[in-house]
T-cell receptor, first 115, second 115 residues
Framework: AQSVTQLDSHVSVSEGTPVLLRCNYS??????LFWYVQHPNKGLQLLLK??????LVKGINGFEAEFKKSETSFHLTKPSAHMSDAAEYFC?????????????FGKGTKLSVKP | DTGVSQDPRHKITKRGQNVTFRCDPI?????LYWYRQTLGQGPEFLTY????????KSRLLSDRFSAERPKGSFSTLEIQRTEQGDSAMYLC?????????????FGAGSRLTVL
């Protein structure tokens, strides 16, 4: 079975400082992993996806994530936070079994950005 | 492409009433998904359709929940005899099989409050 664990429920950074949102995964297969972002009153938006190509994945808005099989991690990073990055971020793994639907979401990490 | 639309955006109802949510997917997408998101949690899969066929519904929360996609375009999610525990955000997403089928585009959601 597949699952993801987001290690922090809330992360707070200052504008202009780096962002690190941590995610560990568990999968019986070579996983497909994603990060989605959810701004208030807006739909979930795909930031980036890993599907067994390059281990360093670049996404939108300057975010990137590195797939580390040895550590079963897929942490999301950004070199310099912007106020507009404040949102909730979800680490997601594709489910290869039919019983749980297509995607399995973590519980989310709320990112706050201080001026 | 106007994205995934959901209606209504907010619904307040009294316990015991029936509610129905509508989702209009991206027009060329053949898969449509329903998820539920409760406070502090990631989205949880409920059911999905490929065209008009409901391929997975075992995750619907009870027999009070039902979904349809009669013509393979829009979909409805109905909750009968609502309970306070049904209060949540109901998310719809769509995707195109065979073109990165695991990349879902989400709507902004329908928030249900049961008094």
């Amino acid at each position: 079975a597949q699952s993801v664990t987001q290690l922090d429920s809330h992360v707070s950074v200052s504008e202009g400082t780096p962002v690190l949102l941590r995610c560990n995964y568990s999968s019986s297969y070579s996983p497909s992993l994603f990060w989605y972002v959810q701004h208030p009153n807006k739909g979930l938006q795909l930031l980036l996806k890993y599907t067994s190509a390059a281990t360093l994945v670049k996404g939108i808005n300057g975010f990137e994530a590195e797939f580390k099989k040895s550590e079963t991690s897929f942490h999301l990073t950004k070199p310099s936070a912007h106020m507009s990055d404040a949102a909730e971020y979800f680490c997601v793994v594709r489910n290869y079994g039919g019983s749980q639907g297509n995607l399995i979401f973590g519980k989310g990490t709320k990112l706050s950005v201080k001026p | 492409d106007t994205g995934v639309s959901q209606d209504p955006r907010h619904k307040i109802t009294k316990r015991g009433q029936n509610v129905t949510f509508r989702c209009d997917p991206i027009s060329e997408h053949n898969r449509l998904y329903w998820y539920r998101q409760t406070l502090g949690q990631g989205p949880e899969f409920l059911t999905y359709f490929q065209n008009e066929a409901q391929l997975e519904k075992s995750r619907l929360l009870s027999d009070r929940f039902s979904a349809e996609r009669p013509k393979g375009s829009f979909s409805t999610l109905e909750i009968q005899r609502t309970e306070q525990g049904d209060s949540a955000m109901y998310l719809c997403a769509s995707s195109l099989v065979g073109s990165g089928a695991n990349v879902l585009t989400f709507g902004a959601g329908s928030r249900l409050t049961v008094l």
